[in-house]
């Protein structure tokens, strides 16, 4: 029992032990962007077009072609990921072959953002002639994450108890009104941490925007699904590799890491809101 309890000593300590190093890795990153970029913020740079070749102005058509891309990408993915793991939780035969898909969404997860941008390239910008545009930018990125929305939607669904299913069958509800009316909103915080963990994934992407949706230098803003765009993380890339006035570009690079930090932050703070909300009230 001694030897039992020194060894839970010991494991809690490693636990607690791995939750600061992870804080304070977390902590630095933040105070690190900060720090850089807080300088280059103004009501003129959130709000101003770019000027002199990305050395003076804002970046206001990169904060909203980011907004843009992002609310495509979840708008496409959430309803096809929800469908899905509806699908697989509620109504395939259990076998080998859903098995398989399942599998084979997980290994999807894991692929390299770089090789959904090729994708995106070859079928949505080439083969389906949307060009360079936010429409093929959200496409890619939707189906980008589109592995995260339906393991984290059937996690969810799968934690709801089975026993409710079967009391409102026995009430004499369909199928798919429980899943509607009993399930879903039992699953909702669940399926929004999915969401919460989407937007953060395609707001920062840079591979598959490279190749679909992102354009080095605009003064506009766009006005269709079919304009190209700039967004944070490629503006960021493109003045830390490309830039020929490293001194002025590399603030407004900064700059744009903590306005993408926050965006991403304050956007995920709506989500976990909502979730603590729905959690509160299915208690």
């Known amino acids: 029992m001694k030897n039992g309890h020194i060894t839970q000593k010991i494991g809690f300590s490693a636990l607690f032990g791995c939750m600061l190093i992870t804080m304070f890795f977390l902590g630095a990153i933040i105070y690190f962007t900060v720090v850089r970029g807080i300088g280059a913020i103004s ?149 929004l941490t999915g969401v919460i963990l989407s937007i953060g994934r395609v707001a920062g992407e840079t591979a598959p925007i490279l190749f679909t949706a992102a354009t080095f230098y605009s003064r506009r803003y766009p006005d269709s699904v079919f304009s190209e765009v700039m967004a944070l993380p490629y503006h960021i890339y493109a003045l830390m590799t490309e830039g020929t006035h490293p001194e002025k570009q590399t603030a407004i690079a900064y700059g744009c890491a903590l306005i993408l930090m926050v965006l991403v932050l304050g956007v995920s703070a709506i989500a976990v809101y909502i979730r603590q909300r729905q959690r509160i009230q299915n208690a």
């Not at 990408?73 to 399942?102: D, H, K, M, T």
């Open 43 to 191: 009501w003129g740079f959130l709000t101003q077009v770019p000027r002199s070749g990305m050395t003076e102005g804002g970046v206001a058509p990169a904060i909203v072609g980011t907004l843009y891309l992002t609310a495509g990408s979840i708008l496409f993915a959430l309803p096809l990921g929800l469908a899905c793991a509806i699908y697989l939780c509620e109504y395939s035969p259990r076998g080998f072959f859903v098995n398989i898909i399942r599998m084979s969404i997980n290994n999807l997860a894991g692929v390299p953002s770089v090789v959904f941008g090729l994708f995106g390239l070859a079928v949505f910008v080439k083969f389906m002639k949307f060009g360079i545009s936010i429409l093929s930018g959200s496409l890619t990125l939707g189906i980008l994450v589109l592995p995260i929305i339906i393991s984290a939607t059937q996690e969810a669904l799968m934690a709801v108890p089975h026993s409710l299913r079967e009391a409102s069958l026995a009430l004499g509800a369909s199928k798919w009104e429980t899943i509607r009316k009993i399930v879903l909103p039992s699953a909702l915080p669940g399926i």
